[in-house]
Nanobody, 124 residues
Framework: QVQLVESGGGLVQAGGSLRLSCAAS????????MGWFRQAPGKEREFLAV????????YYADSVKGRFTISRDNAKNTMYLKMNSLKPEDTAVYYC?????????????????WGQGTQVTVSS
């Protein structure tokens, strides 16, 4: 089992920045991928970014490419999402997710472990 705990959400003005954290514990291993998703009210959970733990390779959704950066700290077993130039439409609950393996999936159904979510609200 892997436990994931997100933090770092909050209220920010449009144009501002936030950094989300996702701390992993339990049976983590080097052959993991971890991703960030978000879900706005009434919408499907949307893929944002994924990182492969073994080699730091990353992949982003077009909607956030150039504004969001995914990274990880191996020593702390923590993944981050730095979000810049935030827009009101970025308002959502943000989730981190993980699964074993090397394929960098972008669909929510491929992930086995999820955090509880952290609210991000961007005011105009």
């Amino acid at each position: 089992q892997v436990q994931l705990v997100e933090s770092g959400g909050g209220l920010v003005q449009a144009g501002g920045s936030l950094r989300l954290s996702c701390a992993a514990s339990g049976r983590t291993a080097s052959t993991y991928i971890m991703g960030w998703f978000r879900q706005a009210p009434g919408k499907e959970r949307e893929f944002l970014a994924v990182i492969r733990w073994s080699d730091d390779r990353t992949y982003y959704a077009d909607s956030v490419k150039g504004r969001f950066t995914i990274s990880r700290d191996n020593a702390k077993n923590t993944m981050y999402l730095k979000m810049n130039s935030l827009k009101p439409e970025d308002t959502a609950v943000y989730y981190c997710a993980a699964r074993s393996g090397l394929v960098m999936f972008t669909t929510r159904y491929e992930y086995d472990y999820w955090g509880q979510g952290t609210q991000v609200t961007v005011s105009s």
